[in-house]
């Protein structure tokens, strides 16, 4: 029997008992970091001038602006990866919180001494294929405005835009569990991991989505409280979703029946409201 949403936040709520301080603290850590990082991003840019696009000046295109603008798409590119190398690591202290394991500010650093290079190319995978569903919209887009937005261009960028939503959420679905077993796994290829969570989550995608969209109404009070009540429910949120991973892996070691099942929303609402 799959596990209602109640209770994989119940054992969220358990799990993160006493460890709120910690869990908050590696928030500020992190997006600290990131600050960091992205404000000698914009200061180099300000200070060579960049703001600008340097490949407008007089049409004339310099040897010196082409390497000055590399440098900020560089810049750019080590942000990125400095995001994408400290997700493990966060996600890796979750999953030593919901194991009741002994947990340490050093697993930030997980990504960076475990294969980094497959940690990078999971993300950047997933980041390519968000982008890659966004490329007919763009391309609509673009059209429509030198078009001035006649009302077939219209048309045309509602659909392809419900299609870089779709195409995005389906994606999320099938991946979603690809960090987790490559954070268990390190030496799991990233292909690999790829496609073994998409096999987890064959018949178990409208579950996960029920538990997804359950924390929008949490998250617009998150944000209304100026952000301040963020600190709380993000952690929140990643434990649950830790938590279904843990029961969902477990589950299908247990080969339970049903596997294959799709999971409807009336039938999760149903389970819901019994707990």
């Known amino acids: 029997m799959k596990t209602s949403s109640s209770e994989l936040k119940s054992r969220a709520k358990r799990s993160l008992k006493g460890r709120y301080g910690l869990c908050i603290g590696i928030q500020f850590i992190e997006y600290a970091i990131l600050l960091a990082i992205t404000l000698v991003y914009i ?3 300000f200070s060579m001038g960049l703001v600008r696009d340097p490949f407008s000046n007089g049409g004339s295109v310099s040897a010196g602006n082409v390497i000055l ?3 900020v798409y560089i810049s750019l590119l080590i942000i990125l990866s400095v ?10 202290i979750y999953m030593d919180i919901c194991n009741g394991h002994a947990t340490k500010l050093s697993d ?4 960076f001494q475990n294969k980094p290079h497959r940690f990078l190319g999971l993300y950047f995978i997933n980041l390519f294929i968000g982008f890659a569903w ?3 919209y763009f391309v609509v887009l673009i059209v429509a405005v030198i078009t001035d937005f006649i009302p077939v261009m219209i048309v045309l960028l509602v659909l392809t835009y419900l299609l870089l939503l779709i195409g995005n959420i389906i994606t999320m ?3 979603s569990q690809s960090m987790y077993l490559l954070i268990e796994s390190p ?5 690999g991991s790829l496609k073994e969570s998409a096999a987890m989550m064959k018949g178990n995608k409208g579950g996960y989505f029920y538990l997804f969209i359950s924390f929008i109404g949490m998250v617009v009070l998150g944000y209304c409280s100026m952000g301040i009540g963020l600190l709380w429910i993000i952690p929140y949120i990643q434990a649950t979703m830790t938590e279904y991973y843990f029961d969902l892996k477990d589950r299908l070691s247990r080969n339970t029946p049903g ?8 039938s999760m609402w149903n389970q819901e409201n019994q707990w």
């Open 43 to 45: 200061l180099t840019s």
């Open 69 to 71: 603008k590399a440098g």
């Open 83 to 92: 995001y994408g190398l400290l997700k493990p690591g966060v996600l890796k």
């Open 108 to 111: 930030l650093l997980f990504a």
């Open 134 to 136: 966004g490329i007919p």
């Open 173 to 175: 679905l099938y991946l």
């Open 187 to 191: 030496d799991l290829r990233v292909i």
């Open 259 to 266: 596997r294959g099942e799709e999971v409807s929303f009336e």
